[in-house]
């Protein structure tokens, strides 16, 4: 039963990178720039859960500030950080995100304290009994099931809605969509709306998982998103959904087997570096 | 005097380290996001050599060559993959470093290297070694700048595909440009671990990379006097003000976001513009 | 180029001027007051302010008052080395206190005694710190000895046999479990399994699985209260309701937070016993809640043992020599919060393990372990 246990947990830690990468993979096809920053709003959502929930109580309005909040932070990151830098080489955007990351986690332990906070009270601690000698937390089980939630939705919207036909338009061809009459700007900000919001419940979930936010609780995320992304496919959703999953099962495993030759974080770099020598425009790389 | 010794000799270390950096990012445009790895191979290498009985200045080439060597696979590499794919290449090169030494009983582990013998000249010989070192690696970028390589190394950083039309042998450019960067980084690590005494996979980080980042960055890529300087004053700034050390990655960060925002091109840019501006405006 | 780079060094030396304040002595200090252990560093820095007021109150070091020149660390060796190299060279302190972790007080120490200046390790684990030279010393366990008295903890007091290893790895962690195992046998006790993780691991998914898969008797696992806190309460989750038997690493408030019910009944080898009643361990206790409102843990304890052991030493060496200084930090001999202190020729404490527990959401006496054979520290 090891063996599944470790793929359950593998599954639930692929989620949290999933909904994490996800938001990364929708900046890089739209705008070609890899958005470093996106930690930063993972762990903006992860401080307001824990804020939210301890003043007020309900972790489910928690949720929904976190992702609202963040989502619109994400905006504001677009319109003043990246926009203003698109005529330019993407590594200029790539450093000036680098640095905004870097900056960021430095605030927040100015704003919030070197300490790191935590819940007062965490819910979602129940055990469910699944098969054989399986338990997990509802919390764990919450991660998976928001995940595959969120995902659907947004994938449901985009073949659904007008918005979401124009989004997908934007993102496989700009120049083209623009001359069709869809509102770029509108669809830029819509993805990092959505992509933000999507880093925020990651963080308000890695929040509870560990009863701990600090404010370098993104760094480690940030790269391995970024290894994720180039692993499945700079730009391609289903190519991202997979490596994070499968990322997540690897650290898993490799964790308890590889773990007194190669640290956990190294895996991933490890898999990527492979990865990329072989293919080096990624797994399912868009063209 | 022995602390102004210690703040000296700090800078002219992470001058040269810069100038090492500004080879492979500056002069030939591949971004790296991993260049503290090298610094680490030369540290951890002079150090397994000092601690076995060898002068430092016996330990010096070895650890160049070292990272020297390590550059060139990764150099490889550069030559697969473009741009963002390079840059987080490099940065997956920077942590299976620290990955891997955190393992290695034989490195010290997690627990990293203490007690590194002190060099037998003592702190000024080092401050001196480092300053030579720095000038002496300095003068050299000056004159790959001017010369044949450094063009091709401008042609390359350009526009890759336009170099190769116009016949520069793209592959070898970019390896040597490595293999320079990386070995002068070695060489630097080799003067860090016997200034500072202790290293660890901490010491080699993906901030250290960003940091000497910041350093080409904020001086004006490819720029060599602009990148002394912004070395010298971001190394040094820390240490003298201990303000400026509590806040220096919040201080890193908005430094380069707001070169990249306001001036790319760094303070050689900024520079650029005044003189401009002046010989215009007379 | 050049002119540049003459400027600039020009600059470079103008900003190191020093300031001085005459007629206090100044007693280095290193902690992490930022970054991940900024919770310890903070409380270690509070209990060394509280012994430097009480002894400034009484009357200072005959007459002269006791000044620390604090730095912040980040318990991260490689700004420790430097710091070091600074309260030496500029600050020029008479001596150092380490309110920090291994890695970087190994790193302080090794300067420290390069220029002949005694060094006082608070609560910092690692062996090699006091191998680093007869400048140095401890007022804390060595993590070897502590990880033997966890063996003993478990193998006989607790009468658990199979037991689950869980290791930080770094040099607290490693000492801790290089102990354990070192007198496992003796106790009766069968290692189902090592584990080790890393400091910035805060999801234990996959070795909570493996233990689990395990069934062993109880879990010794080593950490800091950042990751044990998550550890603890990922293991209670899963269901594994067997003893978990940690080390100072967990002493303090912030354990308990975080991992919240999960902490119930949590034991640990420390050197601090809330529930003491002996009159200077008290006057500490209360003393520190009065002056900061908070509840005193081990760290704090340790820094304040360390500022007495230091003040103490002042007054019998009779200046600031420190040949003298640290003659007279060797023939110490007295009864502080954490114990009865007094050093070996390596500058090594011996001393009773405390045991506390976890009991309604506090730390609280459980036992004592005494064994002076066991617990002797290394002598070289």
């Known amino acids: 039963m090891l063996a599944l246990d470790l793929l359950i947990q593998g599954l639930v830690q692929g989620s949290i990178y999933a909904l994490i990468a996800l938001g990364l993979t929708l900046v890089y096809g739209l705008l070609r720039i890899l958005h470093v920053a996106h930690a930063a709003l993972f762990t903006l959502g992860g401080y307001l859960g824990v804020l939210v929930t301890n003043a007020t109580g309900s972790f489910l309005l928690a949720i929904l500030v976190a992702m609202v909040t963040v989502g619109v932070t994400g905006m504001a990151v677009y319109r003043f ?75 449901w919207l985009s073949v659904a809605t007008r918005t979401g036909v124009a989004w997908r338009a934007s993102v496989s061809d700009p120049p083209i969509a623009q001359a069709f009459g869809i509102d770029i700007e509108r669809v830029r900000y819509l993805n990092f709306f959505v992509g933000s919001a999507l880093a925020g419940a990651a963080g308000v979930m890695v929040a509870l998982l560990n009863n701990l936010v600090e404010p370098t609780m993104g760094a480690v995320p940030s790269y391995k998103a970024l290894a994720i992304i180039v692993l499945g496919g700079l730009g391609s959703v289903r190519g991202t959904l997979v490596a994070a999953l499968s990322l997540g099962i690897i650290e898993a495993f490799g964790t308890i087997y590889i773990g007194n030759y190669l640290d956990r974080d190294a895996i991933a770099f490890a898999f990527l570096i492979v990865v990329l020598m072989i293919r080096p425009h990624g797994l399912l790389a868009r063209g | 005097m022995i602390y102004e010794m210690v703040v000296v000799t700090n800078m002219a270390i992470a001058i040269l380290f ?82 891997i030494v955190r393992k290695q009983d034989a490195l010290g582990g997690e627990i990293g290297i203490a007690g590194i013998p002190a060099p037998d000249f003592g702190r000024p010989g080092l401050l001196v070694l480092s300053i030579v070192c720095a000038v002496a690696f300095g003068a050299f970028t000056v004159m790959l700048k001017r010369s044949w390589a450094g063009f091709a190394f401008n042609a390359i950083a350009d526009d890759e595909d336009t170099a190769r039309l116009l016949g520069i042998d793209v592959p070898k450019f970019k390896l040597w440009a490595f293999v320079i960067g990386t070995a002068g980084a070695g060489l630097a690590g080799a003067l860090y671990a016997h200034q500072i005494r202790y290293i660890g996979p901490d010491s080699f980080g993906f901030v250290e990379s960003i940091t000497v980042l910041a350093m080409v960055i904020v001086g004006g890529i490819g720029s060599i006097w602009g990148v002394v300087v912004a070395a010298a004053l971001l190394s040094a700034l820390p240490q003298w003000f201990q303000f400026v050390e509590n806040y220096k990655l919040l201080l890193y960060g908005l430094l380069l976001f707001t070169t990249m925002r306001f001036a790319p091109g760094g303070l050689a840019s900024i520079v650029d513009r005044f003189k401009n501006r002046s010989a215009r405006g007379s | 180029m050049f002119k540049k780079l003459a400027i600039a060094l020009g600059i470079a030396s103008l900003a190191a001027v020093g300031t001085v304040s005459a007629d206090s002595i100044k007693i280095g200090f290193n902690a992490p007051l930022t970054g991940f252990a900024a919770a310890d560093g903070n409380s270690a820095l509070k209990g060394a302010e509280l012994a430097v007021q009480q002894v400034n109150s009484a009357g200072g070091i005959h007459g002269q008052m006791l000044e620390l020149v604090v730095y912040d660390d980040q318990a991260s060796p490689k700004e420790a080395a430097p710091l070091a190299v600074k309260l030496i060279t500029k600050d020029e302190v008479v ?23 005694p060094y006082i390790s608070a609560y910092a684990v690692h062996p090699d710190i006091t191998r680093a030279g007869p400048f140095v010393f401890r007022t804390s366990f060595v993590g070897d000895v502590q990880g033997r008295a966890g063996a003993k903890l478990i193998g006989e007091v607790l009468g658990k046999k199979r037991v689950a290893l869980i290791t930080l790895n770094n040099d607290f962690g490693k000492s801790l479990a290089a102990g354990f195992k070192e007198k496992a046998a003796a106790f009766g006790i069968e290692i189902t399994g090592e584990y080790d993780y890393g400091i910035k691991d805060r999801e234990f998914g996959p070795i909570v699985s493996k233990v689990k898969s395990d069934a062993p008797d109880a879990i010794y696992a080593s950490g800091y209260f950042f990751t044990a806190g998550p550890l603890v309460s990922q293991i209670r989750a899963a269901g594994i309701e067997v003893p978990i038997i940690g080390q100072e690493g967990y002493d303090g408030q912030k354990f308990i937070e975080i991992a919240g019910p999960a902490s119930e009944g949590v034991l640990i080898t420390t050197s601090l016993n809330r529930d003491s009643t002996d009159a200077t361990t008290r006057a500490f206790i209360d003393g520190f809640q009065a002056a900061t409102g908070n509840a005193a843990d081990m760290v704090a304890a340790s820094a304040h043992t360390a500022v007495l052991v230091m003040s103490e030493a002042l007054k019998k060496a009779g200046g600031t020599d420190k040949d003298a200084l640290r003659q007279a930090i060797a023939e110490t001999s007295l009864t502080a919060a954490t114990g009865n202190i007094s050093f070996n020729a390596l500058g090594e404490v011996q001393k009773d393990v405390q045991v506390q527990v976890v009991r309604d959401g506090s730390w609280h006496f459980h036992s004592i372990i005494s064994d002076a054979v066991l617990l002797a520290p290394p002598a070289e």
């Open chain 3, 95 to 117: 001596a150092g206190i380490s309110g920090s972790y291994s890695g970087s007080t190994r790193a302080a120490a090794t300067i420290f005694q390069e220029s002949a200046t």
């Open chain 2, 18 to 99: 810069a100038l090492s950096l500004n080879v492979i990012t500056g002069f030939c445009g591949q971004v790296s996001l991993g260049h503290a790895a090298f610094l680490g191979i030369g540290a951890y290498t002079s150090t397994l050599l000092t601690k076995s009985g060898l002068p430092l200045t016996a330990a010096l080439v070895p650890a160049a060559l070292m990272a020297g060597t390590v550059g060139f696979f990764v150099g490889l590499a550069a030559l697969r993959v473009r741009h963002d794919f390079l840059a987080i290449t490099t940065m997956g090169v920077g942590f299976l470093f620290v990955g």
């Open chain 1, 81 to 155: 950080a990246y926009r203003p830098l698109l005529g330019r080489s993407p590594l200029v955007a790539l450093i000036a995100s680098i640095g905004l990351f870097i900056a960021s986690e430095e605030l927040f332990r100015i704003v919030f304290g070197a300490y790191g906070l935590s819940y007062v009270d965490p819910p979602l601690q129940q055990r469910v009994q699944l098969f054989g000698d399986i338990s997990l937390s509802v919390a764990r089980i919450m991660v998976v099931v928001l995940a595959v939630v969120l995902l659907t939705v947004l994938g």
